[in-house]
């Protein structure tokens, strides 16, 4: 085969969607947390979430019930002293009932689900 073509061809692999069997991915979360003087600090953390399919069954869900499926997991989120606030389901909940961490975790779930990155 000519070179050409077979670099052509190796490029064209690299470029093919592949559809992943595992639908769990780890993101950036950006929390706009509310300090005094009406100012936001912004605090980080990386949550994982399951990239959910678009059945009927899910499509019915609120919402919140929608992104408490979604999220299976996270690192670097810690209480005021410090300590290590470690993902279980029910730490999920907690987190999901704070109305700006459930806001940004649904912001980073739709970038990452739909694709759409976040503009600056």
Do not use: C
């Amino acid at each position: 085969m000519d070179a050409r073509l077979r670099g052509h061809d190796e490029e064209k692999e690299e470029r093919m969607f592949r559809r992943k069997k595992d639908r769990t991915v780890t993101w950036p979360v950006e929390v706009y947390v509310p300090v005094d003087g009406g100012q936001f600090e912004t605090q980080t953390f990386n949550a994982r979430f399951l990239l959910l399919e678009e059945d009927p069954t899910i499509a019915e869900l609120g919402n919140l019930d929608r992104l408490s499926a979604a999220v299976v997991g996270w690192d670097s989120v810690t209480d005021d002293d410090g300590s290590d606030f470690a993902y279980s389901p029910e730490a999920r909940e907690l987190l999901l009932r704070i109305g700006y961490v459930r806001t940004a975790l649904f912001r980073a779930y739709i970038e990452a689900s739909l694709g759409a990155k976040r503009k600056n």
